[in-house]
């Protein structure tokens, strides 16, 4: 049987108080005695399982490395996806906002003297300005 996996235990007591401890060790290469008795039965084994561990070993950091640089891929394209939407809603805001600004300019060029056109410009105008500034209280 291979000592690869060891557990120890130990345990204190001090009055009414009992501590406990354990301490677990997890080899995934054989002790230096079984290999010698792996290359008694076979001498090229003691070789064949120093490869399989390098490759193993070799095999798990590139997976952690490719977790790593999947996950950093996955933040940018977020990042990149808010500044994108951040950047549109700028545009539409504007576009909005001079729509509202134009109509007012309409309504005086055409001499309307009703107040009923210069709300609604105002609101298209005002309406994306009031909205920018609650989600930049919401955000703080």
């Not at 410009?121 to 919401?138: E, F, H, S, V």
């Amino acid at each position: 049987m291979s000592s690869a996996f060891k557990a120890t235990h130990g345990q204190k007591t001090e009055g009414n108080v009992t501590q406990q401890a354990s301490q677990i060790e997890i080899s995934l290469l054989p002790n230096a005695a079984e290999l010698q008795g792996y290359q008694a039965v076979n001498p090229v084994i003691v070789t064949t399982v120093l490869q399989l561990f390098k490759d193993e070993q070799a095999h798990r950091h590139s997976m952690t490395r490719d977790s790593f640089e999947y996950e950093t891929k996955q933040e940018t394209k977020l990042i990149d996806n808010g500044i994108k939407h951040s950047k549109l809603g700028q545009w539409l805001s504007y576009s909005i906002t001079l729509l509202g600004v134009g109509a007012v300019y309409c309504c005086i060029f055409a001499k309307i003297t009703e107040p009923v056109p210069y709300i609604i410009a105002g609101l298209i105008a005002g309406t994306p300005t009031i909205l920018g500034l609650i989600r930049n209280k919401k955000q703080t």
